[in-house]
T-cell receptor
Framework: GESVGLHLPTLSVQEGDNSIINCAYS??????FIWYKQESGKGPQFIID?????DKRQGQRVTVLLNKTVKHLSLQIAATQPGDSAVYFC????????????FGKGTTLSVSS | DAGVTQSPTHLIKTRGQHVTLRCSPI?????VSWYQQVLGQGPQFIFQ???????GRGNFPDRFSARQFPNYSSELNVNALLLGDSALYLC????????????FGSGTRLTVV
């Protein structure tokens, strides 16, 4: 079926380290991908997005890489800070059903100082 | 400007009851989408409404229904509540059907006992 999954349920890093969160997707028709951060008691917060005609996109301290050959998406966070501790989800939009996003299960990032 | 606002923030219902959840989109946004997030999982798409019409529906039973009002606010209704309906219900609004400016609210935590 169509689904987006993350490789690791948890990731623990030290403050200042770089973090890499991975995601595999199964729908080759998906053309838009988004990374969200969700803190406890809050809704998902947009971090960065990428369209299928790109391989890499950079934001402030974050980079998203897309490998369409192996259907893999990753989020890199540079100089991870305690405030980055949260659950991270990748989501895809296959263009069906309007703006319906398909989310994976999430990776919990814990940053220790 | 206010973001996406949802009410109530928390709710406890008994099995068999019905519930109505409300969402006010960001000013100027004409599309509203609803998601269910069960504890420990990613959000799952329920509905999208645009210009007061249903534009997309996820794999949820007919107990779930929604509507959008002329002011673009929306209600999600769930009938004959089951224990498994306990979840965080998220609303997301966007400028248009394509999803520009897609933003989530903080959700309504529904507990069915």
């Amino acid at each position: 079926g169509e689904s987006v999954g993350l490789h690791l349920p948890t990731l623990s890093v030290q403050e200042g380290d770089n973090s890499i969160i991975n995601c595999a997707y199964s729908n080759s028709a998906s053309d838009y991908f988004i990374w969200y951060k969700q803190e406890s008691g809050k809704g998902p917060q947009f971090i960065i997005d990428i369209r299928s005609n790109m391989d890499k996109r950079q934001g402030q301290r974050v980079t998203v890489l897309l490998n369409k050959t192996v259907k893999h998406l990753s989020l890199q966070i540079a100089a991870t800070q305690p405030g980055d501790s949260a659950v991270y989800f990748c989501a895809e939009n296959s263009g069906q059903a309007g703006t319906a996003l398909i989310f994976g299960k999430g990776t919990t990032l814990s940053v220790s100082s | 400007d206010a973001g996406v606002t949802q009410s109530p923030t928390h709710l406890i219902k008994t099995r068999g009851q019905h519930v109505t959840l409300r969402c006010s989109p960001i000013s100027g946004h004409k599309s509203v989408s609803w998601y269910q997030q069960v504890l420990g999982q990613g959000p799952q798409f329920i509905f999208q409404y645009y210009e007061k019409e249903e534009r997309g529906r996820g794999n949820f039973p007919d107990r779930f229904s929604a509507r959008q009002f002329p002011n673009y606010s929306s209600e999600l209704n769930v009938n004959a509540l089951l224990l498994g309906d306990s979840a965080l219900y998220l609303c997301a609004s966007s400028l248009n059907r394509a999803g520009d400016g897609y933003t989530f609210g903080s959700g309504t935590r529904l507990t069915v006992v």
